[in-house]
């Protein structure tokens, strides 16, 4: 759980390439814990990577088909918050998030995933949000469950992860079971 203090050291920021030595420092020091659950953090070997990726959602947030935001404590990444993928004509955003293992617990992620909520559902106008989580992957599972998303179902061997495929649990959240004021219904 987060102290005032830390709170006030939590900002999120619009991708820009003056993150991108800082990003990926913090994935290449996370990789052999993010690669437990993601397949992406094996591929990004160079500076140049980080570079591409951001430059990518930079274009995706133009273009209205995504949208990224660099968590950042103290001034500096310290994770990923993100709708993937939206989809306008049927006003669903699909979440993805990751933090750095050091900044687990703490409500970092919660706070970013409470701020993609009110964006989609009182800003970009969608009707539903989408978490996918890996079956076994109880830190991510754990934030749908705050913001109260109900289980639709599992995506079976639905990504491919270190030569393993990997089901996917899908939680969903309607607009009209979102208040405004809702930050998580559990504090962590």
């Not at 970092?108 to 989408?130: H, S, T």
């Not at 599992?154 to 809702?182: M, P, T």
Request: glycine residues 6%; hydrophobic residues 40%.
């Amino acid at each position: 759980m987060m102290n005032n203090s830390e709170f006030q050291q939590l900002n999120l920021a619009k991708p820009d390439l003056k993150f991108a030595t800082d990003l990926f420092s913090l994935i290449s020091d996370n990789r052999e814990y993010l690669s437990v659950w993601l397949a992406w953090p094996n591929y990004v070997t160079h500076i140049k990577d980080s570079e591409y990726f951001i430059k990518n959602a930079i274009k995706e947030m133009e273009e209205g088909t995504a949208e990224t935001y660099i968590i950042l404590f103290d001034m500096k990444p310290i994770g990923t918050v993100s709708f993937n993928k939206i989809d306008k004509q049927n006003k669903i955003g699909y979440v993805g998030y990751w933090i750095s293992e050091k900044y687990q617990g703490k409500g970092f992620v919660k706070f970013a995933v409470n701020f993609l909520l009110q964006r989609g559902f009182y800003e970009l106008m969608l009707n539903k949000v989408v978490i996918r989580c890996a079956v076994g992957n109880n830190k991510s599972e754990s934030i749908p469950l705050k913001f109260a998303f109900k289980f639709e179902g599992i995506a079976r061997e639905n990504e491919l992860v270190n030569g393993i495929f990997i089901d996917h649990k899908i939680y969903s959240l309607l607009k009209n079971e979102f208040s405004q004021g809702n930050s998580g219904r559990n504090e962590a």
